[in-house]
């Protein structure tokens, strides 16, 4: 059986050591992969430094670099994101743009070196749009190159205009700890498919690995 590791992305604003409902949830779907034999780890993006952009290393010390290098060595990203302005978070948003140069990476045989790479997305907020900020952050991960599994995520709102996070919530609802559970399973198995039957190079009479991108 392949050896699968996991990478969650916490994109929450808070740096350390301020809790974090969405490095809560996080931390629940890598204890949910490790049930499915995925070992993993989680990085508060927003410690790291890293800068705006939309190339592999900005310079200056940017933090990303360090980031995609562990990224690069798993098999599953998972973006744990809390809801703001019914939207994903801005550091959320910036890990998006940061992998829109992934578009220009491939491997010896012309494939984006996400190919094969499975994607997974974790929403906490107490407003609404977890549905929407879901469909935001699994779109531009299709499109820079990852494969979102069936059921490829969870999340928790609680009540709008109040004040009670995922931290808070209690008892924990079983309807995102189901969602979890689907989450990791579903993900570790295509995560293996994927490893051992990896998606074919491209069409040698030109076509294109992914969207074609205008200088912004």
């Known amino acids: 059986m392949a050896s699968i590791r996991a990478l969650v992305l916490n994109c929450t604003l808070k740096r350390s050591p301020a809790p974090s ?58 973006i744990a994101t809390p809801i703001w302005l019914g939207q994903p978070s801005a550091v959320c948003k910036m890990v998006l743009e940061r992998l829109d140069a992934e578009l220009s990476e491939t491997d010896a045989e012309g494939r984006l070196l996400t190919y094969g790479k499975v994607a997974g997305v974790a929403v906490v907020g107490n407003e609404d749009g977890a549905h929407h900020t879901i469909a935001e952050v699994q779109q531009a991960l299709n499109e820079v190159g990852f494969t979102c599994p069936a059921a490829g995520a969870t999340y928790w709102v609680g009540e709008a205009l109040h004040t009670t996070d995922y931290l808070d919530a209690r008892p924990k609802p079983d309807t995102t700890g189901r969602a979890t559970q689907a989450l990791a399973l579903n993900s570790a198995h295509l995560a293996r498919l994927l490893t051992e039957q990896p998606y074919p190079p491209p069409d040698t009479r030109g076509a294109s690995v992914g969207p074609s991108r205008e200088p912004a």
Not at 29 to 39: I, S
Request: avoid cysteine; charged fraction near 30%.
């Open 21 to 78: 409902s969405a490095e809560a949830l996080g931390r629940e779907v890598l204890d949910a992969l490790a049930e499915q034999g995925v070992a993993g780890d989680l990085v508060r993006v927003v410690d790291q430094d890293v800068r705006f952009g939309v190339s592999v290393d900005e310079g200056d010390g940017d933090g990303w670099p360090a980031i995609r290098s562990r990224l690069m060595a798993a098999q599953i990203l998972v």
